[in-house]
């Protein structure tokens, strides 16, 4: 079963304007993972953010965490053209160790 | 480099015939994960290992088994069980303990002829 969800399932920006992604999830969870997949790549890792934290940075991305409202949202600054790719948010319970994974959001940033 | 290695990169299964995906990590990480990929459906998990000789199922495990005899290797069956298998399969690893981040493969996308 999908734990998160990403809305908008599609996105496409002009270069230089900001890019926001939000996920919701349904359970409880350690932290919240963001990731990015090139066309027929494997998935990057860009950011976590634990179940304590609600805002962290690194570089251009900027993540939020609202654990009531069980959501997140990754925010791309100043979009380049090689931020076009899929970015998944994923949610790690404390239990198992498993990692989820929603559907993703595809962004496309335009020249 | 330290990283994960997934072979082969494509891969034809006929039907009725098994077939096995590859994936190595050099990244001395306790535990591995497969995941299917399909269009529009995001990561699923079929199987994932804590520890050498020890595994769980995931959410599609049907159809798809795994062993883990060393701690680097994890490789993935697709039997004649799995009667949608055309997909694609992503490996993954993480240190064990909390707020790992998981290292992706570059996948290996199986397709029936």
């Known amino acids: 079963s999908q734990q998160g969800e990403e809305d908008p399932q599609a996105l496409s920006i002009q270069e230089g304007e900001n890019a926001t992604m939000n996920c919701s999830y349904k359970t409880s969870i350690n932290n919240l993972q963001w990731y990015r997949q090139n066309s027929g790549r494997g998935l990057v890792h860009l950011i976590l953010i634990r179940s304590n934290e609600r805002e962290k940075h690194s570089g251009r991305l900027r993540v939020t965490l609202d654990t009531s409202k069980k959501s997140s949202s990754l925010l791309i600054t100043a979009s380049r053209a090689a931020d076009t790719a899929s970015y998944f948010c994923a949610t790690a319970d404390g239990g198992y160790q498993k990692v989820t994974f929603g559907i993703g959001t595809k962004l496309q940033v335009i020249p | 480099d330290g990283g994960i290695t997934q072979s082969p990169k494509y891969l034809f299964r006929k039907e009725g015939q098994n077939v096995t995906l590859s994936c190595e990590q050099n990244?001395?990480?306790?535990?591995m994960y497969w995941y299917r990929q399909d269009p529009g459906q995001g990561l699923r998990l079929i199987y994932y290992?804590?520890?050498?000789?020890?595994?769980q199922k995931g959410d599609i495990a049907e159809g798809y088994s795994v062993s883990r005899e060393k701690k680097e290797s994890f490789p993935l069956t697709v039997t004649s069980a799995q009667k949608n298998p055309t997909a694609f399969y992503l490996c993954?690893?993480?240190?064990?303990?909390?707020?790992?981040?998981?290292?992706f493969g570059d996948g290996t996308r199986l397709s029936i002829l």
């Open positions: 993954a690893s993480r240190q064990t303990g909390n707020n790992q981040p998981q290292h």
């Open positions: 290992s804590q520890i050498v000789n020890d595994f």
């Open positions: 990244l001395n990480h306790d535990a």
